[in-house]
T-cell receptor
Framework: SYELTQPLSVSVALGQTARITCGGN??????VHWYQQKPGQAPLPVIY???KRPSGIPERFSGSNSGNTATLTISRAQAGDEADYYC?????????FGGGTKLTVL | QLHLQESGPGLVKPSETLSLTCTVS??????????WGWIRQPPGKGLEWIGS???????YYNVSLKSRVTISVDTSENQFSLNLSSVTAADTAVYYC????????????WSQGTLVTVSS
């Protein structure tokens, strides 16, 4: 079965740029979606189809996808961006989630 | 604005069947451009997809849960349901229902989630 690999944690200084990766075999050929989840809340899509932002998501959030790695980039990180982030794809008639990355804003 | 709300018992005994229903409001479950999915999250852990259903009744299930899962849809009530049989403590989780795009499979609307505990 298809697997997505994310780092367990990423730290970023306030105002700097955070990059969260999602690795998978030839993931560049798939649509990758990213979700933000804060404690006690449901996941919220922040990027879909690799790089598109849903309505209401700040331009600070961007995404890219090529080869074996998809990346979520958060520019000018704010304290409110501290959360868990999950990548997700569709493969062989199944939804696959990455294990999640905890973003800490220092 | 689309709204999804789960309902069902918060406590289930081991070996019994977990049953949840998701009621959709603000939109039709019979839309041809969406699936409707169930996702769960054990306490302190990541997201796990359980399965998804189209309004016609066609389903996709997580292979690891397929033998215990049934998802059904009731278009007249604008609801879809999850049955998970032979539960154990490992099935304790927050259960979410969500709308899933037909083409790209993004979950764009989620329920608030409901904690189901498996315990005697």
């Amino acid at each position: 079965s298809y697997e997505l690999t994310q780092p367990l944690s990423v730290s970023v200084a306030l105002g700097q740029t955070a990059r969260i990766t999602c690795g998978g075999n030839n993931i560049g050929s798939k649509n990758v979606h990213w979700y933000q989840q804060k404690p006690g809340q449901a996941p919220l899509p922040v990027i879909y189809r690799d790089s598109k932002r849903p309505s209401g998501i700040p331009e600070r959030f961007s995404g890219s996808n090529s080869g074996n790695t998809a990346t979520l980039t958060i520019s000018r990180a704010q304290a409110g961006d501290e959360a868990d982030y999950y990548c997700q794809v569709w493969d062989s008639s199944s939804v696959v989630f990455g294990g999640g990355t905890k973003l800490t804003v220092l | 604005q689309l709204h999804l709300q789960e309902s069902g018992p918060g406590l289930v005994k081991p070996s019994e069947t977990l049953s949840l229903t998701c009621t959709v409001s603000g939109g039709s479950i019979s839309s041809s451009t969406y699936y409707w999915g169930w996702i769960r999250q054990p306490p302190g852990k990541g997201l796990e997809w359980i399965g998804s259903i189209y309004y016609s009744g066609s389903t996709y299930y997580n292979v690891s849960l397929k033998s215990r899962v049934t998802i059904s849809v009731d278009t007249s009530e604008n609801q879809f349901s999850l049955n998970l049989s032979s539960v154990t403590a490992a099935d304790t989780a927050v259960y979410y229902c969500a709308r899933q795009g037909l083409g790209d499979h993004v979950f764009d609307y989620w329920s608030q989630g409901t904690l189901v505990t498996v315990s005697s």
